[in-house]
């Protein structure tokens, strides 16, 4: 079994800064891990993809966050991380990671989401 575990998720004043992480682990499994990205959704809203990131290190963002947010991975250490620079209240939202990860097949995991606010 292989599980994404999200962190750094909290409270964070207009213009601050957070940094999120997703950690792949799978006791004793040996896998793949392919495209990676973040996925964000505001109460009321739908889910908005937020940044991409594929094997070999090629980005995306949606034009939102251009400019603010930085999507980047570790493929020695199975994680991947999303710095959010220059926060706005809009930002605010449950942050979920994906990965695209091959164990025997090829599926998409999920991590469990953290709360992003951006408060004054």
């Known amino acids: 079994q292989v599980q994404l575990v999200e962190s750094g998720g909290g409270l964070v004043q207009p213009g601050g800064s957070l940094r999120l992480s997703c950690a792949a682990s799978?006791?004793?499994?040996?896998?793949?891990?392919?495209?990676m990205g973040w996925y964000r959704q505001a109460p009321g809203k739908q889910r908005e993809l937020v940044a991409t990131i594929t094997s070999g290190g090629s980005t995306n963002y949606v034009d939102s966050v251009k400019g603010r947010f930085t999507i980047s991975r570790d493929n020695a250490k199975n994680t991947m991380s999303l710095q959010m620079n220059s926060l706005k209240p809009e930002d605010t939202a449950v942050y979920s990671c994906y990965a695209y990860i091959y164990l025997g097949v090829l599926r998409q995991y999920w991590g469990q989401g953290t709360q992003v606010t951006v408060s004054s």
């Open positions: 799978g006791s004793g499994s040996i896998f793949s891990i392919g495209g």
